[in-house]
C-alpha cells in the first residue's frame, strides 16, 4: 500500500460532498463510526453551493430555493447552531402574467387574480393534492420494499403503502387511482380556466424533468414534489441566508461536530475491491484510503460505470445502469445586475419570492418540442429569484442579483454548446425582457450554465437535477435499478446516498439520512 | 457485424457453402432450419450415419455455428468477466469448453472459446449472443463481430478422421492435442483445424474461407473414400452426442434469456458443469449468485440415466418410486445406446435423488400401434460421459 498513515482508514468513507453525502456522513458520526468526507471540488455542497459568479455577485449556482428539507432534520443535525440563518422562509409564489396582470400562489395571497370560479376550483384541488401527497410521505423517509422477495420486511412496506392509499376513502382512492397515471395537461384542464394558473402548476410539475406537460406520468412527478414539501413541513419554499452554499456549510459543521472528516478537492479515481468486497477508495492522487465501507454521493452512473468498473459487475446490473435516463433539461442563469429588477405588475413583495415564468400550458408544451430534438427552447419556461431582495450580502451595496432555472436546454445539444451557449442566453433574456422591460440595460454580467456545465462543475451525469429521470420506471423500489434501490449495492460495503436513490434529487437530505441508517444497520449486523 | 446480401424476405433461410454438396448427397430430402441456414437432420439413414461416426469418419457441416471474433486489449479480461472459466489460463492456439451466465447465475449459452492470435479470440455458440455480448463489453476497450458467414465450418469425426486429413495433406496433424489449434495449408487454401467436436470421438473440425468449402468437401470425400467417409446429419450426430453426455440448448436447458416461466432457467451447478465455474479468478457475471448457490447446494441437477429394458424414456417423469407418488425430475434427452449397448438418458433430477448410484423410477410412455403403454422402469443414476473411448484423446492417433 503507498501510504498507510493511521488516519488512512476509517469506518465508512463518503465519495462526494453534495448535501446527502454531508447528511450521510454527520448521521454515521452520530452513529458512532469514523467518517471521511471525500469531494473532488474545492467547496462542499454539490449542486447545492454558493459561488461567485461575476466580482462580488454570489449566487447559489445549481438549486437556489430550500423547500425539501424535512423540519426534523434541520433540528436534528441543529443546523442553525451550526451557522444556518434564514434570509427568507414561506417565499410566496407569482405568476407573470402576459400584460402584467398578477397571479398570486403564496400562503397570503392565494388565489389573487383568479375568477370566482377558478379561485373556488383551485381551493378544492389544492386540498385534494395535499390529501394525496400526505398519503405518500411515508415512503419517503423508508427505505423501499424490494420486489418479489418473501422477506415479510418488503410485503410489509408494500401493505404499508397500500393502506396508506386505501385509508384515504373510496372517493379519494378512486381519484387517486384515476390522476396517478395521467399527465398534468389533462388534470389542469379538467379543473382550470387560467391559462397562467395552469402554467405555473403545470410548471411545478416538469421543473427539473426530462417531461412536458402533455407527458405520461406528470401527475405523479407533481404529486411527488408535493408530497416531498409536505413530508419536509416546511411553510414553502426558502432561502438560507449566503446561499444554498451556506446551508450546506452549515451541514458541513454539524458533520464535523459530530466527529466527521471533510476533505476538499479531493476527487476519488476508483473505489477499490478486496475479495469482492468494497475495500477503500484511491485518490486521483494515488492516495490510498481504507474503509470496510464506501458509500458514493456521486450518480449512479459515475459510481458504477466509472469510479467501481463494470469489470467488478454483472453484465445484466450494468446493462440497466446504463439504461438509466439522466439527461438533465434543465439550465441555470444568473445575472448581475446594477439595480433591482422590475417586473411588470408584481410588486416589491413579490420579487422578495419565487417568480414563474410560464404563461400557459401550451407555452412549456412549446418549450419542450424543442427539447425533444435536441434544440433548446425559443421560448424558455422559467422558475425566478431574485436573491439578493432578501440577502444584499450577495452583491455589491445596491446591485442585485437575478437566479433563474431555464427549461428547456438539452444536455446533448444538437448544434453543440459552442455555439448554442449565446443563442440559448439570448433566447432566456428575451423570454425576461417581456415581463420585465429594462432588465437587458441592467445587466453588469450574465452566465448561463447548461446541464454539459453542471456536469464538468459539479460532477453529475448528465447534469441532471435528480441524477437520473424521476418516472414510473425509475422510481421507489426500482430506483436507481433493481439490485441498488435500497442504498446497498451488489457490491458488499459500498452503498449509495445521493439524488439517483429513492425519493431522489432536491435539496431534502432523505436519501443521505435513509443511506446512513442503512449502513448502521448492515454494519451493525456484520459486527 | 457484416450484412446479410441474401434477399431474407424472398428465402428466409440461408444455404451454407457445403450447401450444393450435401444436396447433391441427400437421399431422403431431410432438411431442417439451424440458425439461419437450411441443414441436413439425414442424409440417408440415421442408423447408416451414426454407425459411421463411431466406425470410420464423417463430415458434418457446422457453418451455422454462430461464430464471435473478439479482438482489442480488454479481450482477455472481457471474456474472463463473460464467463464462468478462467480464460487467462486458456494457451495460444487452444481451445476451451466455456459457460456464460446471467446476474443470477443461470446459463445463458454454453460454447467454445478459440484463443487464434495473442489478444484475438474467436467465441463459437449455438444461438446468437450479440446483444448479451455488447451489453457485456460495457466498459471495456473490445471489439465485438459476429463472422458466421465469413467462416465455413465442416466437423470431421469418427476413428479414421486423422488418417482421412493426413491423407488430403495436412502434415502433422497427427500431432494436434485434443483441444489444439492448428494451421495448414490445402493447396492454396489455409485451412484452421482444431481438435475439437461434439461426438465424444476422435474428431477435428475444419475452419476455413466460404469460397475453399467445396474444394475442401471434395478434397476430403477423395481422401476418405477407403476409409467409411460419409456426411452426416443432425440426428446421428444426436446420438453420438447423448453418448458423450454433451448438452444440447433448447434440449437439456432453455437460455436464461429466453425462459418466461419462473423456475426454468438453469444454473451450471444444476447442470454439472460446476468443474467449468472457477470462483478465484475474479470476478464474473452471476458470480455472487452462484456462491450462494454453491453454499446452499443445487436444489437439483443434470445427470446421467441408465435405464432398464430397451425402450428410451423420451420425455419421461422421474418418480422415486414405481407406484409414481413423488414426482423428483424428468427426463431432457434420451436414447437406446447403439455403441454402449445401454438405455441411457440425460435427466433433471431433484436434490438429494440426483447422487451417483441413487435409484429413480422413469415413466415411458410406449405407442403400440396407436395403443399407449405405461411402462414404470427403474433407473440408476450413473457417469457421464456414457462412452468415452481412448482414442479420443490418444494423439498421435491409430493409422488406418
Ligand atoms: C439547475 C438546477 C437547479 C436546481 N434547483 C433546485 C432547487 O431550487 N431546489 C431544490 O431543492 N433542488 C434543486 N435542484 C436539485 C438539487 O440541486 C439536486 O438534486 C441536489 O443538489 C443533489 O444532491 P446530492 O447531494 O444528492 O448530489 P450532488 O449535489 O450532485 O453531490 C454529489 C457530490 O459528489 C461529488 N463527486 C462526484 N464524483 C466524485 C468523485 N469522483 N470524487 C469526489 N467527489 C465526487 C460532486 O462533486 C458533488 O459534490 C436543482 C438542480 C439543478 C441541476
Known sequence: ?527 | MTESVAPHFKQPLLKTPFHERARALSQVDSFIPWAGYTTVDVFTTMEQEYFAIRNATTLYDLTPMVKYRVAGPDALPYLNRLVTRDVAKLKPDRVAYCVWCNDAGHLIDDGTIFRLRAGEYRICTAERQIDWLLDSAIGFDVEIDEVTEQIAALAVQGPTSCAVLKALGLQGIEKLKPFEIGYFAFGPQRLTVSRTGFTGDLGYELWMEPQAAETVWDGLMTAGRSRGIRAIGSQALNVARIEAGFLLPNVDFVSAEHTIRTGRDRSPLELGLGWLVDFNKGHFTGRRALRNEMIQGPRRQLVGLDIAGNKPAHNALLYTDDGGKREIGSVTSAIWSPTCKRNIALAIVDAPYFQLGSTVWADIYLNRELMWERRMSRAQVVERPFFTPERRRATPPAEF
Not at chain 1, 396508506?164 to 379519494?172: A, C, M, N, P
Not at chain 1, 379538467?190 to 411545478?204: M, P, V
Not at chain 1, 478486496?274 to 475495500?279: I, K, V
Request: glycine residues 12%; proline residues 5%; charged residues 20%.
Open chain 1, 1 to 527: 500500500m503507498a501510504t498507510a498513515s493511521p488516519q488512512a482508514r476509517y469506518d465508512c468513507v463518503i465519495i462526494g460532498a453534495g448535501h446527502n453525502g454531508l447528511v450521510c456522513a454527520a448521521t454515521l458520526a452520530r452513529g458512532g463510526r469514523s467518517v471521511l468526507v471525500l469531494e473532488a471540488a474545492a467547496q462542499v455542497g454539490g449542486a447545492a453551493v454558493t459561488r461567485e459568479f461575476a466580482p462580488g455577485f454570489r449566487v447559489s449556482a445549481g438549486a437556489h430555493l430550500l423547500h425539501l428539507m424535512p423540519a426534523d432534520l434541520l433540528r436534528e443535525l441543529k443546523l442553525e447552531s451550526h451557522g444556518l440563518e434564514w434570509a427568507a422562509q414561506g417565499m410566496a409564489t407569482t405568476v407573470l402574467v402576459p400584460g402584467g396582470a398578477r397571479l398570486s400562489l403564496g400562503a397570503e395571497e392565494a388565489g389573487r387574480g383568479l375568477s370566482p370560479e377558478d379561485a373556488e376550483a383551485y381551493s378544492v384541488y389544492t386540498a385534494r393534492m395535499r390529501r394525496f401527497a400526505a398519503a405518500l410521505v411515508p415512503m419517503f423517509s423508508r427505505v423501499p420494499p424490494r420486489l418479489g422477495t418473501s422477506a415479510w420486511a418488503d410485503r410489509i412496506a408494500l401493505l404499508r403503502l397500500g393502506w396508506q392509499v386505501r385509508k384515504l376513502g373510496r372517493r379519494d382512492m378512486r381519484e387517486l387511482l384515476r390522476i396517478g397515471g395521467m399527465n398534468v395537461y389533462d388534470l389542469l384542464e379538467e379543473n382550470f380556466d387560467s391559462a397562467a394558473l395552469k402554467g405555473a402548476l403545470g410548471l411545478d410539475a416538469v421543473l427539473g424533468a426530462n417531461f412536458g406537460p402533455r407527458s405520461p406520468g406528470t401527475v405523479l412527478t407533481l404529486l411527488y414534489r408535493l408530497a416531498g414539501e409536505f413530508a419536509a413541513g416546511a411553510s414553502g419554499p426558502s432561502q438560507p441566508r449566503g446561499g444554498l452554499g451556506a446551508f450546506c456549510d452549515a451541514l458541513a459543521k454539524a458533520a464535523a461536530a459530530a466527529g466527521a472528516t471533510i476533505r476538499t478537492g479531493a476527487p476519488v479515481a476508483s473505489i477499490r475491491v478486496e475479495a469482492d468486497r468494497a475495500a477503500g477508495v484511491v485518490l486521483e492522487s494515488g492516495e490510498n484510503i481504507d474503509a470496510p465501507c464506501v458509500i458514493s454521493n456521486a450518480d449512479p452512473k459515475t459510481t458504477f460505470l466509472r469510479l467501481l468498473g463494470p469489470r467488478y459487475l454483472d453484465t445484466g446490473f450494468v446493462r440497466r445502469v446504463n439504461h438509466i435516463r439522466a439527461r438533465g433539461l434543465a439550465a441555470k442563469l444568473h445575472l448581475a445586475l446594477n439595480r433591482v429588477p422590475v417586473f411588470s405588475g408584481v410588486s416589491e413583495a413579490g420579487v422578495r419570492g419565487r417568480l414563474l415564468l410560464a404563461a400557459s400550458l401550451q407555452h412549456i408544451e412549446h418549450a419542450y418540442n424543442h427539447a425533444k430534438y435536441g434544440e433548446f427552447s425559443a421560448a424558455p419556461v422559467m422558475e425566478i429569484t431574485v436573491p439578493t431582495a432578501n440577502d444584499p450580502t450577495l452583491a455589491p451595496v445596491g446591485q442585485h442579483v437575478l437566479s433563474a432555472i431555464v427549461q428547456y436546454a438539452p444536455y446533448a445539444l444538437k448544434e453543440g454548446w459552442q455555439s448554442g451557449r449565446q443563442r440559448c442566453l439570448d433566447a432566456a433574456l428575451d423570454g425576461l425582457e417581456r415581463y420585465a422591460p429594462g432588465l437587458r440595460a441592467s445587466i453588469v454580467a450574465a452566465e448561463l450554465l447548461t446541464p454539459a456545465d453542471m456536469e464538468a462543475q459539479f460532477g453529475m451525469a448528465g447534469g441532471h437535477w435528480h441524477h437520473g429521470d424521476l418516472a414510473f420506471d425509475q422510481f421507489l423500489m426500482v430506483r436507481p435499478v433493481p439490485g441498488a434501490a435500497q442504498y446497498r449495492t451488489p457490491l458488499d460495503g459500498l452503498f449509495l446516498c445521493g439524488a439517483g436513490c429513492h425519493p431522489g434529487g432536491g435539496v431534502m437530505g432523505i436519501a443521505g439520512r435513509n443511506a446512513a441508517q442503512e449502513v448502521l444497520k448492515v454494519s451493525q449486523n456484520s459486527a
